[in-house]
């Protein structure tokens, strides 16, 4: 698996930008990591739509961590990914925890995830996506996206759900029903 300093931005972004769109939840089929997550994003959001970092204990949710990046805005605006699940990692190749997502995406990537994370913060809920992927070798395949508001001490943190369109999740006990 190469570093993170090695990957080339080029290598899965190739027509991720180009095929994006958003979409509704309702075309992300039960199971997959993002509607899993969005169930709990219902039982634990506040009044505004956020979730509250202390109100998310990662040990009720094991099935859905690895599926998960949590990418929080830093004091110069930037978003810098604070965790990237073993899953998302496994299907990217690399792990870019500690990262910018300007470090290591495309520009138009950039820019939509901002529009995801903004959208969701303003409006006080999740926002859902889908692009294609192309690898340099391999196969093309697609993912699903769900940018979920979040706050931890007073700063924006979002919770961004990614998974391969035939992913589900592992284990639903350890999603609270």
């Not at 509250?52 to 094991?62: I, K, W």
């Not at 294609?132 to 979002?158: H, K, M, N, T």
Request: glycine share 8%; with cysteine; hydrophobic share 35%.
């Amino acid at each position: 698996m190469p570093l993170a300093h090695e990957f080339s931005r080029s290598e899965y972004v190739s027509n991720a930008a180009r095929t994006y769109r958003k979409i509704a939840l309702e075309e992300i089929p039960a199971g997959h990591p993002v509607t899993e997550f969005n169930r709990v994003y219902q039982e634990i959001a506040g009044p505004d739509g956020v979730i509250e970092r202390s109100s998310f204990d990662p040990a009720d949710h094991l099935g859905l961590l690895e599926w998960m990046q949590l990418i929080e805005r830093t004091a110069d605006g930037r978003l810098k990914c604070r965790l990237m699940g073993s899953g998302v990692v496994r299907v990217l190749k690399v792990d870019f925890t500690g990262w910018c997502l300007d470090d290591y995406l495309s520009d138009e990537m950039v820019a939509q995830r901002i529009d995801e994370f903004e959208s969701a913060a303003a409006q006080g809920k999740p926002q859902f996506s889908m692009s294609r992927i192309q690898p340099e070798s391999g196969p093309e395949w697609s993912v699903y996206r769900g940018a979920f508001p979040g706050r931890r001490d007073g700063v924006d943190l979002f919770f961004l759900l990614f998974g391969r369109s035939s992913e589900r999740v592992a284990s639903t006990r350890d999603i609270p029903t």
